[in-house]
């Protein structure tokens, strides 16, 4: 059974960074973590969920156009981790911040929430002015 557990999330001021992990478990040797598209998503009060960033199975990456240049997101996939760093923070940025696993092995991902399956519980970010 899959299961992924966020951290880092918290409160900074605008202009400001804070680096989000999420472990990832339940992957084997035939069904590896490595193999399996990724991503980060965030929800704000009263929107919908949206794709921040993903990493697909075979590493490349894709970003929301709001987040571009300021957001990278990245694996360490030993370590069944994946980390989305954020910088340049913006108020607009505060939200619930989800890491998400696609069900498919070796199959591609898109920044919709459709292709993934597994999700975490959630991190909170605020960002204040």
């Known amino acids: 059974q899959v299961q992924l557990v966020e951290f880092g999330g918290g409160s900074v001021q605008a202009g400001g960074s804070l680096r989000l992990s999420c472990a990832a478990s339940g992957y084997t040797s035939s069904f590896s973590y490595s193999r399996v598209g990724t991503g980060w998503f965030r929800q704000a009060p009263g929107k919908e969920r949206e794709g921040v960033a993903i990493i697909d199975y075979d590493g490349t990456t894709n970003y929301a156009d709001s987040v571009k240049g300021r957001f990278t997101i990245s694996k360490d996939n030993p370590k069944n981790t994946l980390y989305l760093q954020m910088s340049s923070l913006k108020p607009e940025d505060a939200a619930m911040y989800y890491c998400?696993?696609?069900?498919?092995?070796?199959?591609?991902?898109?920044?919709?929430?459709?292709?993934?399956?597994?999700w975490g519980q959630g991190t909170q970010v605020t960002v204040s002015s």
């Open positions: 998400a696993a696609s069900q498919w092995y070796a199959r591609h991902v898109t920044l919709g929430s459709s292709n993934f399956a597994y």
